[in-house]
């Protein structure tokens, strides 16, 4: 994910003497110096890239450097070391700062932990009474392949292998805290209003599937020849998908089936590919917790806001595996980078046809230090409608839930000191507005738009209109439907 590389390496060029970029190594020597100020955030997987584009906007030049945990692939844990361009609540400029997100778990993780800290576990995920596990940055962390300072907040210039137990002091989630203390997303029902939570930024989700199966429905629409091997990048390719044939594989109510066919069938012509029969329908989804999760369930299932007539998400099968043939497999993982894998690597390397849902910032085709990339697979329209930033301003596309940010309120023992308080202040004022979100990199402008402003869309700057929604739900209520104000 190339954020402004030229320049930025450019501006690093120029600031050699002045701040540097902190090693490992360093870190410890600032961390037993006390002059190491450390935050640990947690939750959201889906705006981990929000979070360190945000961190690099905070960064004197040449000072920012990213860990990711135990290999390159940035899935459960990530950090970003960086000086301060700008004095925060006490903090000056020049302050040495560690920034360490865990993605593990989900949204989940940035609730039912805050909310009960004598636990800080959410079913079994890991952690115990003693803090949930972060990645620990110290200096056995091993140099990768990333540039040190960083320019690209998707290659590590270092990978920890090390853990540490702690509570974090606040948390990110894809929707409200309330959402995720229903059953159906793993909640147990804790009172949310110990949390200051507010929403923040908008966060568009889309649908996606594997390259061999967007190939296939590109030609089952007409959109290239039947005789195509590649498939077409052209926007103006790009393939539906019908949210009720979604809402059926993520139930299991569409499947593979040669006696009964029911599954990609529906989408795909046998003229297409004669053998549609039996492919199996491969689901790669989150976890229980997963804000992500969480807004597939309502989005597509009406659940929980229609009670007892909304539909059940199907969990992980039990038995069989991602596979060409077969019924329907769902499989369950932790993080977005995890279901990103799941479903551009494991089905598409086995030939096979596989959906998901992944948060919008996430660019299958990213240019990564200047090297573009392909993790196997593409988004699709749902309804006819692209999972883009303009559709959702102009409210064509609803696949859309405000973000929150939250920590323990005034009086909790978790609540975080005046010094970090001021941090995450900071954090969840800036990082979601239309100004920030313009000088982050395209690859994640897609998935994130600054929430309505107060007074008329109308009157915003052209460059602001562009950034901006005017459609929303009700503030802290996700079930509600999106209205244009």
């Not at 702690?166 to 949310?192: C, I, M, W, Y």
């Not at 897609?446 to 007074?455: D, E, I, M, R, S």
Request: proline share 4%; aromatic share 6%.
């Amino acid at each position: 994910m190339k954020i402004r590389t030229s320049i930025i390496a450019l501006a690093a060029l120029a600031a050699l003497g002045s701040a540097q970029a902190m090693t490992p190594t360093q870190i410890d020597a600032a961390r037993s110096a006390g002059t190491l100020k450390e935050v640990y955030i947690t939750g959201a997987s889906a705006l981990r890239l929000a979070l360190g584009g945000y961190m690099q906007e905070l960064s004197q030049a040449g000072s920012f450097d990213t860990f990711f945990f135990s290999n390159t692939s940035g899935a459960d844990h990530r950090a970003y070391s960086l000086t301060l361009n700008k004095a925060i609540g006490s903090w000056p400029v020049g302050t040495q700062l560690l920034v360490v997100k865990r993605d593990k778990g989900g949204s989940g993780q940035g609730v039912t932990p805050l909310l009960s800290p004598a636990a800080a576990v959410v079913a079994g995920v890991d952690g115990n009474g003693a803090g949930q596990v972060h990645m620990l940055v110290n200096g056995s962390c091993a140099a990768s392949t990333g540039t040190s300072p960083a320019t690209d907040i998707q290659k590590p210039g270092f990978i920890c292998t090390g853990t540490t137990q702690r509570f974090a002091h606040a948390g990110l989630s894809d929707v409200e805290p309330k959402l995720l203390q229903t059953p159906v997303n793993g909640g147990t029902g804790l009172n949310t209003s110990t949390l200051d939570a507010a929403g923040f930024v908008q966060n568009v989700f889309g649908a996606a599937v594997n390259k061999a199966a967007y190939l296939a429905l590109q030609k089952a629409q007409g959109l290239v020849a039947t005789s195509a091997t590649v498939i077409d990048e052209d926007a103006a390719k790009q393939p539906t998908l019908a949210a009720s044939f979604i809402a059926g594989a993520l139930t299991s109510a569409v499947t593979g089936s040669n006696s009964q066919p029911k599954g990609w069938g529906l989408v795909i012509p046998t003229s297409v590919d004669a053998n549609v029969a039996t492919k199996q329908v491969n689901v790669c989804r989150r976890v229980n917790g997963s804000g992500t999760q969480a807004g597939s369930n309502v989005f597509f299932l009406a659940n929980p806001c229609a009670g007892t007539a909304a539909l059940a998400p199907t969990p992980q099968t039990s038995t069989g595996a991602l596979a060409v043939t077969g019924r329907t497999f769902v499989s369950e993982t932790s993080s977005t980078a995890l279901v990103e894998n799941c479903l551009g690597t494991t089905v598409e390397n086995l030939g096979a046809y596989g959906l998901a849902v992944i948060g919008r910032e996430n660019n299958p085709r990213a240019v990564v230090a200047g090297v573009a990339t392909d993790r196997g697979y593409r988004f699709v329209k749902i309804n006819g409608v692209a999972p883009e930033r303009a559709n959702v301003i102009d409210g064509s596309y609803g696949f859309v839930f405000e973000s929150t940010m939250q920590w323990p309120v005034t009086g909790q023992a978790n609540r975080p000191t005046t010094d970090v308080l001021s941090f995450l202040a900071d954090l969840r004022s800036n990082m979601g507005k239309s100004s920030v979100l313009q000088g982050l990199d395209v690859d994640l402008q897609a998935g994130l738009v600054a929430v309505p402003v107060t007074g008329s869309w109308l009157n915003l700057s052209a460059t602001d209109k562009l950034f901006t929604a005017h459609t929303s739900r009700v503030a802290g209520n996700s079930c509600t439907p999106s209205r244009m104000k």
